[in-house]
């Protein structure tokens, strides 16, 4: 099966806005994520969506950032606004099927764990200066 491919990494100021798309292929994956990994860090998911599009955010991306989806053209979008030089880092899209019930919601969502991701882009270079 074909892994996701990402575009729209770039070097921008702080304040800045950039736009990343991916291409997800398959029809396997119910969940589909932007990830990040800045140099001597962790992976650590920014934002994931469902194919109904519930979606969720890192506390540190909510208000800037917005992940959305073409399910027609399976596009993965991510809006990122406000960028700060704490946002640099390789940024990689990914598919997925593992899922949690919210009680407080009544509905699902993907879990955000990079573990659970079984399908990884070659990832996206985004370099905000200050």
């Known amino acids: 099966q074909m892994r996701p491919v990402e575009f729209g990494g770039d070097s921008v100021e702080s304040g800045g806005s950039l736009k990343l798309s991916c291409s997800v292929f398959g029809t396997n994956y119910y969940c589909r994520g932007w990830f990040r990994q800045a140099p001597g860090k962790g992976r650590e998911a920014v934002a994931v969506?469902?194919?109904?599009?519930?979606?969720k955010y890192a506390d540190s991306v909510k208000g800037r950032f917005t992940i959305s989806q073409d399910t027609d053209k399976n596009r993965m979008y991510l809006e990122m606004n406000s960028l700060k030089p704490e946002d640099t880092a390789m940024y990689y899209c990914?598919?997925?099927?593992?899922?949690?019930?919210?009680?407080?919601?009544?509905?699902?969502?993907?879990?955000?764990?990079?573990?659970?991701?079984?399908?990884w882009g070659q990832g996206t270079q985004v370099t905000v200066s200050s």
């Open positions: 969506v469902d194919t109904h599009g519930a979606a």
């Open positions: 990914a598919a997925g099927s593992k899922e949690y019930y919210s009680d407080d919601s009544g509905i699902y969502y993907c879990v955000a764990n990079p573990s659970d991701f079984s399908s």
